[in-house]
């Protein structure tokens, strides 16, 4: 089964991604951790699944470029990660959180979910239906990321990014890593039907 919410029977078809094993013994690097930033949400929402473009009771689906994060949940030995718990939280199409710390959360688009948990399923996949997220100021695009590995462990706290945003060369969080960790922290974005799709895997410990 792939990682959907029953209660819509929504599919999210999130394709398998190649597995490149190197060399007997080699590891994959690790995805790099960042800080959760002060939006993670401070109570989880009713409505919480991988689908953040339809809020439950909502007139109307989230404005903005429709986005489908997928990729794989593995350890660094590049074995797949089945039950890994992955949550993602972000700004809507004009950059506000769904979070009372924020100024503007009377403009925020109540047709986006703003928070989204999904479990990774069989093959370690893990897809969430989103948007690219608003810009606010700064920081470049991007959308907050924590796996959970299955049975307990310290969960990664990360950040996906674009590669093609200019704020990238200027955004202090990203700036501060070496080279090869933001290339790391880089999703794989090709054009849909809908919008485009990102791949993003991630390396836990």
Known sequence: MPPIL???GLILLAPALLLRPGEAGAELPRTPAQMEGPYYPRGIPADAD???RQVAGAASPARGRPLLLEGLVRSADGAALPGAVVEIWQADHEGIYLHPREARQAQRDGGFQGYGRTRADGAGRYAFRTIRPGLYPGRTRHIH???????GGPALT???YFPDEPGNARDGLLRRLPAESRALLLARLSPTDEGESAAFDVILA
């Not at 990321?145 to 049975?151: D, E, I, Q, S, Y």
């Open 6 to 8: 029953p209660r819509r």
């Open 50 to 52: 991988a689908d953040l």
């Open 145 to 151: 990321l924590r796996a959970h590995p299955p049975g």
């Open 158 to 160: 990360t950040q996906v």
